[in-house]
């Protein structure tokens, strides 16, 4: 009653615009920090604002929030892939026993094998974004022997960059060979990262075997993968003609840049 009482005497229209309604709150309760900061919101009325003020006897001040304030929800441990506990814990110990094979393969069979679907392909997709791509291929293969498992492109296709990315070139071979025995045909990023992955191996001639397996590819043709090679060929400008021949027949209006040719010795 006290509250309402002064609240009646207050006249707003006496107080800086900038404060609005809430600078009585501030002046009546001038010892609360955050009553302080009320002070300092934008003007909005009180039956307007996001955050309702209730008066309930003297000395109580409630606040009721309508909207997300921003702080996390949940545990910690749910991002945004939603890991759960038990792949999260899955994930640990893989990365700790990954230099001892007999426990790793022990505790694979113990943990790994009784994870549900969406936590072993949660397990795949963290340990292939950490770059453990060693460990991403084993729990790919326990993955294949799920009565659930279809065969899947853009599994491959992430295993596969993953592998090119690290230099893995004969485990990158391998998967690809089983990704073709699945009939499955990766994107043009895929083999973009592929053929980039064996140019940088130093191995032009499997490069120009992936170039020859996309050239087989129901997708239409793409850029990349042609610039890719026709940059990293340089070197082998017997490869690089044959490439850039097929390029011209296929992209007709766009140009190529042609290096002088005491650069690389030929003449």
Same mark, same amino acid.
């Given at each position: 009653m006290a509250?309402?009482?002064?609240?009646?005497?207050?006249?707003?229209?006496s107080?800086?615009?900038?404060?609005?309604?809430?600078?009585?709150?501030?002046?009546?309760?001038?010892?609360?920090?955050?009553?302080?900061?009320?002070c300092?919101?934008?003007?909005?009325?009180l039956?307007?604002?996001?955050?309702?003020?209730?008066?309930?006897?003297?000395?109580?001040l409630?606040?009721?929030?309508?909207?997300?304030?921003g702080?996390?929800?949940?545990?910690l441990?749910?991002?945004?892939?939603?890991?759960?506990?038990?792949?999260?814990?899955?994930?640990?110990?893989?990365?700790?026993?990954?230099?001892d094979?007999?426990?790793?393969?022990k505790?694979?069979?113990?943990?790994? /094998?009784?994870? /549900?679907?969406?936590?072993?392909?949660?397990?795949?997709?963290?340990?292939?974004?950490?770059?453990?791509?060693?460990?991403?291929?084993?729990?790919?293969?326990?993955?294949?022997?799920?009565?659930?498992?279809?065969?899947?492109?853009?599994?491959?296709?992430?295993?596969?960059?993953?592998?090119?990315?690290?230099?893995?070139?004969?485990?990158?071979?391998?998967?690809?060979?089983?990704?073709?025995?699945?009939?499955?045909?990766?994107?043009?990023?895929?083999?973009?990262?592929?053929?980039?992955?064996?140019?940088?191996?130093?191995?032009?001639?499997?490069?120009?075997n992936?170039?020859?397996?996309?050239k087989?590819?129901?997708?239409?043709?793409?850029?990349?993968?042609?610039?890719?090679?026709?940059?990293?060929?340089?070197?082998?400008?017997?490869?690089?003609?044959?490439?850039?021949?097929?390029?011209?027949?296929?992209?007709?209006?766009?140009?190529?840049?042609?290096?002088?040719?005491?650069?690389?010795?030929?003449?």
């Amino acid at each position: 009653m006290a509250i309402r009482a002064a609240l009646s005497r207050v006249k707003i229209a006496s107080f800086p615009s900038c404060s609005s309604p809430f600078i009585l709150v501030q002046i009546i309760f001038p010892a609360s920090a955050l009553q302080r900061q009320i002070c300092l919101l934008p003007r909005l009325s009180l039956i307007d604002s996001p955050v309702a003020l209730s008066v309930e006897g003297a000395g109580d001040l409630g606040l009721r929030r309508h909207y997300h304030d921003g702080r996390p929800r949940g545990p910690l441990w749910r991002g945004k892939k939603m890991i759960g506990k038990e792949a999260l814990f899955v994930i640990l110990g893989l990365k700790r026993f990954k230099d001892d094979d007999e426990k790793l393969e022990k505790f694979i069979k113990t943990h790994v /094998l009784r994870l /549900l679907k969406m936590d072993k392909i949660a397990v795949l997709t963290e340990l292939e974004r950490q770059g453990e791509v060693d460990l991403a291929v084993k729990i790919f293969h326990v993955i294949k022997k799920e009565d659930w498992y279809k065969p899947d492109v853009y599994m491959y296709k992430d295993l596969i960059v993953s592998l090119a990315k690290s230099k893995k070139m004969e485990a990158t071979m391998e998967m690809w060979e089983s990704m073709r025995k699945e009939k499955l045909f990766p994107d043009f990023r895929t083999y973009a990262e592929v053929i980039r992955g064996f140019l940088r191996f130093g191995s032009p001639a499997d490069a120009m075997n992936i170039y020859e397996d996309m050239k087989k590819s129901p997708d239409p043709p793409e850029e990349l993968p042609f610039r890719i090679l026709l940059k990293g060929l340089l070197p082998h400008p017997l490869l690089r003609n044959q490439v850039k021949q097929d390029f011209e027949e296929l992209f007709p209006e766009k140009n190529i840049y042609d290096p002088p040719e005491e650069i690389f010795g030929m003449k």
